[in-house]
């Protein structure tokens, strides 16, 4: 895989889908959104770039782990959510950092700072830059010179404490980088989110990360015992412990403090063993409430499935997991330590008490998906889920709106989410809607992501909630 970021998008280059992917892409999702012929919208080049100059100069030694160079700058201008692509696919880069940091440990993280206090410059930590909320973006409004403090570099794992399962790691780490770390150890974080490839921990900790799995430890929170971060008092740590009942817990001030507090710089996270034992199954429902139901039931069963996740029959399609006529939940259960086959039985007799049907497979097992296919429907949404990010970009790149947004709920007022109402606003402000809903965490009391929308639209070239997203190029392509 490629190390080089993509600029003005998700992931990097020579990922995800290529142009002749994207324009088969456009064909199939035409007759959706009104049948005209999608134009692509070509992607910004380096050549391109026009920057302003920077308005700092980094002295040594700091100038020696920073850059300012355009493709550096731009990178770090905004996060990865549909606005920020709009406005990159625009070449909007109005409001790019001054300097980019890479400090490569505590020490420079410190000396960056102080230096950035010094200038009266704002300084901006970024990870992964995978934010969809505005998070590594220069504020408005405000005309200080812009520092983005980069802790790529401080990648590693530093201490395992085995014996605890624990281990020390540097926040910069990101997803894939860490778990191959622990993988000899037979350890794991296991933490997941979708941004799993390009976050980092200490973003996962600032934004208090949800994960892939559904039940017991869907949250960072789970994981945390200490952190460690550089603020403008300086150096802060939380004290390490098992657990504490003695007042409020101090991790909480830099758990989804979103970096105004201070930079975090590390953390004690507790690790889990790998696990050995598996087996997962696909549960058919008529309706969406009837599955609903179900993964209600299962989560407040006692069992802990590691997924229990529903798709509404449309999401089931165009992910290739199903035919489309069935709304799907995706069970699995897993353990280091023994066979999960009694788990799965009971889960078995729960979907079917409440009209389903759950066909259950071992990993050694290849099964049929619903409709006929050759692919097994949770490998094949689970194999979207993690391109879903690069889909939305080649989408977007051909004019269309395309983004998930959340929510949650307790299970007493679920039925009054209605999908029907969640359309009729959208059609308020586009052309062509189409609505998905996935069923994300199917705690105890309540679902997480609950109608979980991944909305694929065109709006009017002369929709003002856009023209403050993308006045020009992306607007003359009637997005």
Request: hydrophobic letters at 45%.
């Amino acid at each position: 895989m490629s190390e080089v970021r993509r600029f003005w998008g998700w992931g990097f280059e020579g990922e995800g889908v290529g142009r002749a992917e994207q324009l088969d892409l456009a064909s199939l999702v035409a007759p959706l959104v009104g049948g005209a012929e999608l134009e692509v919208i070509e992607p910004p080049t380096a050549a391109e770039l026009d920057l302003r100059s920077p308005r700092l100069v980094p002295p040594d030694p700091i100038a020696g782990w920073c850059r300012t160079d355009d493709v550096t700058r731009a990178g770090h201008t905004y996060g990865k959510s549909f606005r920020d692509v709009v406005r990159a696919l625009d070449r909007d880069w109005s409001r790019p950092p001054d300097v980019v940091a890479f400090p490569a440990d505590e020490a420079g993280v410190v000396a960056t700072l102080d230096w950035a206090v010094d200038a009266g410059a704002v300084v901006i930590p970024y990870g992964g830059g995978s934010s969809v909320v505005g998070g590594v973006e220069a504020p408005e409004g405000d005309d200080r010179p812009v520092v983005s403090l980069d802790l790529g570099r401080l990648d590693a794992v530093l201490e395992i404490d085995r014996a605890s399962r624990a281990a020390r790691v540097q926040a910069g780490v990101l997803g894939p980088a860490l778990e191959a770390q622990l993988r000899p150890h037979d350890l794991t974080l296991r933490h997941y989110p979708q941004s799993f490839e390009v976050s980092s921990l200490g973003g996962w900790i600032a934004t208090r990360s949800g994960g892939h799995f559904a039940t017991l430890h869907t949250h960072i929170d789970d994981f945390v015992e200490s952190i460690r971060a550089v603020t403008p008092q300086g150096v802060w740590s939380s004290r390490r412990l098992p657990g504490s009942g003695a007042g409020p817990s101090p991790d909480r001030l830099l758990l989804g403090s979103e970096g105004i507090l201070g930079v975090i710089t590390e953390a004690w996270m507790r690790l889990q063993d790998r696990p050995v034992f598996r087996s997962s199954a696909v549960g058919r429902f008529a309706t969406f409430e009837a599955g609903a139901a179900a993964a209600r039931a299962l989560g407040q069963s006692g069992l802990w499935p590691s997924n229990c996740r529903l798709l509404d029959a449309t999401e089931a399609l165009i992910t290739g997991a199903g035919n489309g006529q069935l709304h799907l939940l995706l069970v699995a259960f897993e353990s280091a330590d023994h066979p999960v086959d009694a788990a799965m039985a009971r889960a078995v007799e729960l979907v079917a008490d409440l009209g389903g049907t759950l066909d259950v497979r071992t990993p050694r097992e290849p099964a049929a998906a619903a409709g006929g296919t050759s692919a097994d429907a949770a490998d094949a949404w689970r194999a979207t889920f993690l391109r879903a990010p690069y889909l939305r970009d080649a989408l977007v790149g051909v004019g269309l709106l395309n983004e998930t947004f959340e929510t949650a709920i307790t299970w007493d007022r679920f039925d009054a989410l209605g999908e029907n109402n969640l359309a009729r606003d959208l059609a308020e402000v586009t052309t062509w809607t189409i609505v998905l809903s996935v069923l994300l965490h199917g705690l105890t009391s309540g679902p997480l992501a609950a109608r979980y929308g991944r909305r694929l639209s065109r709006a009017p070239a002369d929709t003002p909630e856009l023209a403050s997203v993308a006045p020009n190029r992306v607007r003359k392509r009637s997005l």
